[in-house]
T-cell receptor
Framework: KQEVTQIPAALSVPEGENLVLNCSFT??????LQWFRQDPGKGLTSLLL?????REQTSGRLNASLDKSSGRSTLYIAASQPGDSATYLC??????????????FGQGTILTVHP | GAGVSQTPSNKVTEKGKYVELRCDPI?????LYWYRQSLGQGPEFLIY????????DSGLPNDRFFAVRPEGSVSTLKIQRTERGDSAVYLC?????????????FGPGTRLTVT
């Protein structure tokens, strides 16, 4: 059974800092990994999707890496801003069979960027 | 274009009552997913439809929960004899068949409160 863990559970940083969020998963047979952002009381916004054959994806100030063999992914946020404050969720899609439909999520990292 | 929509946005019901939650996927998306997110947790998979049929319903917690997608578009999640433990945000997502990334696009969710 796939399990996804995110560290830290919460993070508070001053504006302008570069930061790293960590995600680990127990079953390396994944098809892809997605990072999502969730604002309070809102749905999920996809930030980056990394296919299993890829090592990293970049979008603006965000960079996500994937090391499938070790079961790890990191989300790097450069020059953090107060508007980045949200919960960040990591999710993996397992490869094979009916599991293609099932994203397994971590519990999220609550990020607060203070001015 | 329009994203995934869910109605109602909020639903308060009494213990023991029946509720229906609706999801309208992105037009043309053949795959549809339901997840449940309890407070402070990541979303948990409930059920996945490919077209009209449920490809994987392994996440439904018990037989009080049922979902349908009769015409392969709109889906309804039905909960009978609601319990206080059913209180959560119910998220719906859809994805496009033939998209090799299997990226899932999420709606804003329905917040269900059982009193």
């Amino acid at each position: 059974k796939q399990e996804v863990t995110q560290i830290p559970a919460a993070l508070s940083v001053p504006e302008g800092e570069n930061l790293v969020l960590n995600c680990s998963f127990t079953d390396s047979a994944i098809y892809n990994l997605q990072w999502f952002r969730q604002d309070p009381g809102k749905g999920l916004t996809s930030l980056l999707l990394i296919q299993s054959s890829q090592r990293e994806q970049t979008s603006g100030r965000l960079n996500a890496s994937l090391d499938k063999s070790s079961g790890r992914s990191t989300l790097y946020i450069a020059a953090s801003q107060p508007g980045d404050s949200a919960t960040y969720l990591c999710a993996v899609l397992n490869a094979g069979g009916t599991s293609y439909g099932k994203l397994t999520f971590g519990q999220g990292t609550i990020l607060t960027v203070h001015p | 274009g329009a994203g995934v929509s869910q109605t109602p946005s909020n639903k308060v019901t009494e213990k023991g009552k029946y509720v229906e939650l609706r999801c309208d996927p992105i037009s043309g998306h053949t795959a549809l997913y339901w997840y449940r997110q309890s407070l402070g947790q990541g979303p948990e998979f409930l059920i996945y439809f490919q077209g009209t049929g449920a490809a994987d319903d392994s996440g439904l917690p018990n037989d009080r929960f049922f979902a349908v997608r009769p015409e392969g578009s709109v889906s309804t999640l039905k909960i009978q004899r609601t319990e206080r433990g059913d209180s959560a945000v119910y998220l719906c997502a859809s994805s496009l068949a033939g998209d090799s990334t299997y990226e899932q696009y999420f709606g804003p969710g329905t917040r269900l409160t059982v009193t």
